[in-house]
């Protein structure tokens, strides 16, 4: 049989051809989450889950946080702000566009920021912005907002998931069909098990290297270690399966790259109800508690023990863990004079983070030494959500604040565990007020000691983040410095 040299050449050609293309690095990727968002309006949710999907891949603000937890330009391209602090003028990039096709402008900042500090609003963050005096339109391209006293952390509020930038054509319908100005578009939310999206080609920005990412919720920590055995997750940032990580390690397929998070994990008490209302009571549980025991058996050994709310690794951060030391015999004795000398019977309901799940299993045995017994109620994030965060319907509760420093949590009195302390909201009016980092850190030392010496919560252990990545992947976040799966700079490998 005879061949031509061009039927040689093309054969050649067409064998190459298909080499290269097999050796393609991929473009979609999949990224496994434990929790399911509720809604995916960052601007009308409070869960961890929503900024997890969402944040700086489909909405932007006008500042952002940096891996390292720095703050960097987003749609704002610049700013300055007046001597007194006061006025902060915003210059926006020029050419971006919502998904939907309309234009991002200055109208559409005033828009959203004057929602997020409205009377009726529903941010779950609306003390951010309750210290913007006014938002005004200068041109399209401009809008300057003025504050009512200066506020050194303002252009760190800005970059919350809280704050990204929403339209009024479509804010409607942001809750199931997201709209943003993001590198990534909604593509399709399939309830219960995954959320698309996909690469914006009319970006205003630097493009994407992916072309699709896939959100697949997996609650069960068995079940997500299976997933990324089998090749099915490409990543999990904050892996639910700590007692696992040592078989990634030893699988060159994959990564497990350990770092740290925002999330102040808390048994949060309830301050109103009857029994810890008592600061003595209070006292005890704090006491009752081993929080080694649990970072070892719940997490497997990843965790910082914490005193307070407040981060570690944050140069501010005071070691108050000697206040709440584990001693059951002070709790005992607490008890006795708190009126409780045989202890008293409440409830534990628990989201369904393992940290919780298991943590809880824990605690309920320690604090039954002590003579206090719970009712462990299991609860999905959307009735955790409705039952603790709104009604506060509970006496003790675990969960992570994965928020960026948000010790000003302490200064809301109908938050969740309802602690009303004046000098406490004083300390965070003077925080805001404060521009000297001096000053700053040492308002911030007085309200991490505040509130151990109060014994609001129960302070457990700040959240490790350990995530398990395939090894072809490149440029996801080691760190969390706020609550997000960035996808902007992720790319994978040959």
Do not use: C
């Amino acid at each position: 049989m005879k061949f031509s040299l061009r039927t040689i050449a093309i054969a050649a050609a067409m064998a190459l051809s298909g080499a290269f293309a097999a050796q393609a690095a991929r473009t979609d990727i999949v990224i496994g989450m434990q929790l399911e968002p509720p809604n995916l309006d960052p601007t009308s949710g409070a869960a961890a889950a929503i900024d997890e999907v969402v944040y700086a891949n489909i909405f932007e603000g006008l500042t952002r946080y940096r891996p390292d937890g720095s703050i960097a330009p987003a749609l704002a391209e610049s700013w300055d702000i007046s001597d007194d602090g006061l006025v902060y003028t915003f210059r926006l990039h020029k050419g971006v566009k919502f998904h939907d096709g309309t234009a991002m402008d200055a109208s559409d900042v005033k828009f959203s920021l004057d929602r997020a500090r409205a009377p009726d609003s529903t941010n779950a963050q609306k003390g951010l912005f309750k210290g913007i005096k006014s938002v005004e339109v200068v041109d399209p391209l401009t809008v300057r907002i003025t504050l009512k006293q200066p506020n050194g952390g303002f252009l760190t509020n800005l970059a919350w998931g809280d704050a990204v930038i929403v339209a009024p054509e479509s804010i409607a319908t942001d809750a199931t069909k997201p709209i943003g100005t993001g590198p990534f578009k909604f593509r399709t939310w399939v309830k219960g098990d995954r959320v698309e999206i996909v690469r914006n080609p009319d970006y205003w920005g630097t493009p994407v290297r992916l072309e699709k990412a896939t959100f697949k919720f997996i609650s069960d920590p068995t079940a997500a270690f299976a997933a990324m055995m089998a090749g099915d997750i490409d990543a999990f940032p904050g892996y639910p399966a700590p007692e696992t990580l040592p078989q990634f390690k030893a699988d060159p397929r994959f990564k497990v790259v350990v770092g740290s998070t925002e999330g102040e994990t808390i048994l949060a008490m309830n301050n109103k109800n009857e029994y810890f209302r008592d600061r003595r009571v209070r006292e005890a549980v704090a006491h009752a508690i081993n929080r080694q025991e649990i970072i070892d058996g719940a997490m497997f050994g990843y965790g910082t023990p914490i005193g307070t709310h407040f981060a570690p690794h944050n140069p501010a951060y005071v070691d108050l863990t000697s206040l709440s030391q584990y001693d059951p015999a002070l709790s005992r004795k607490l008890l006795a004079e708190a009126g409780y000398p045989d202890g008293f019977t409440t409830t534990l309901k628990l989201p369904p983070p393992s940290y919780a799940r298991r943590g809880g299993e824990i605690i309920a045995s320690q604090l039954r030494k002590v003579g206090i017994k719970v009712k462990i109620t299991n609860l999905e994030w959307a009735q955790w959500l409705g039952e603790v965060f709104k009604q506060k319907n509970y006496g003790l509760t675990i969960v992570s604040h994965t928020e960026p420093m948000d010790i000003g949590i302490y200064a809301r009195p109908n938050y969740y565990f309802q602690y009303d302390n004046p000098a406490f909201q004083k300390l965070m009016k003077d925080l805001d007020a404060a521009t000297n980092p001096t000053r700053r850190a040492a308002i911030l030392g007085a309200a991490q000691t505040m509130i151990a010496e109060d014994y609001v919560n129960g302070f457990l252990f700040q959240l490790a983040r350990t995530s398990v990545i395939n090894a072809k992947i490149r440029g996801m976040w080691k760190n969390s410095p706020t609550q997000a799966n960035d996808l902007t700079g992720v790319y994978w490998v040959d």
